[in-house]
């Protein structure tokens, strides 16, 4: 019986999602459902998942990996599943990696996959004074927090509230742990060069950002142990 949802969010990778189906589909582990989410592709990705042996969630139009990240909740709580691990299709080497990064889910309640460990040299300043920000307000001491790679106990699944579609989601659900004093694991994840440049590249609405956190704090502030 599966315990553990892994959910691998695709848009637009119909190359990519085609070289990788089969390791997909192919999950080795009984207690694993894979599940893959697409976010409103307009190539052929979700015909090229339809006709698999595989649970998915297709989005009519792009939400988001926040709005990736609700319906991976969703899915997990429908199916009863213990755990959550949310990755995008590029972060999906294959099963023994995934099965590495869920040994994590043992020893914390949620999980984060820094994906510069080992390539630390692409992140930019703009990305490391927004990453200074985020752990300078929360209180955290977290690498990579913009990571796509994470993993949820659904245990505490009804505490969050997840309201972002954008990538802050990412944060959000950090922000709300760490308010809800849940431990929290970063460990060190593969991510191609590749695709991490690109994204880091992009984080360009710094403020925006930086307002997304505050607000955020307001909402969900952290407070020191004996506070």
Same mark, same amino acid.
């Given at each position: ?17 085609? #070289?990788?189906?089969?390791?997909? !589909? $192919?999950?080795?582990?009984? *207690?694993?459902?894979?599940? +893959?989410? /697409?976010?409103? %592709? ?82 930019? #300043?703009?990305?490391?004074?927004? !990453? $200074?920000?985020?752990?300078? *307000?929360?209180?955290?001491? +977290?690498? /990579?927090?913009? %990571? ?80």
């Amino acid at each position: 019986m599966s315990d553990v949802l892994v959910a691998i969010v695709v848009r637009n990778n119909e190359e990519m999602l085609g #070289k990788k189906l089969d390791a997909i !589909v $192919d999950c080795p582990f009984a *207690h694993v459902m894979p599940l +893959i989410i /697409d976010d409103g %592709s307009d190539d052929q990705s979700p015909s090229i998942v339809s006709d698999e042996n595989v649970h998915f969630v297709m989005h009519e139009e792009p939400l988001g990996y926040g709005g990736a990240l609700m319906s991976g909740f969703a899915y997990a709580k429908d199916y009863s599943l213990g755990s959550l691990l949310m990755l995008p299709l590029e972060a999906f080497i294959d099963w023994h990696t995934i099965s590495g990064y869920l040994h994590y889910m043992q020893q914390a309640d949620i999980i984060t996959g820094n994906r510069i460990a080992t390539q630390s040299h692409v992140a930019n #300043k703009q990305y490391k004074e927004l !990453v $200074d920000y985020f752990n300078k *307000h929360t209180g955290l001491y +977290i690498m /990579d927090p913009f %990571s796509p790679v994470k993993g949820i106990s659904m245990t505490h699944a009804d505490m969050f509230e997840i309201t972002e579609f954008s990538e802050a989601a990412l944060v959000q659900i950090l922000i709300q742990a760490a308010h809800f004093r849940l431990t929290i694991k970063e460990f060190d994840c593969v991510y191609p060069t590749s695709s991490l440049l690109p994204k880091l590249e992009n984080i360009n609405l710094l403020e925006e950002l930086k307002d997304f956190i505050s607000g955020e704090l307001h909402l969900y502030p952290y407070t020191k142990q004996g506070h």
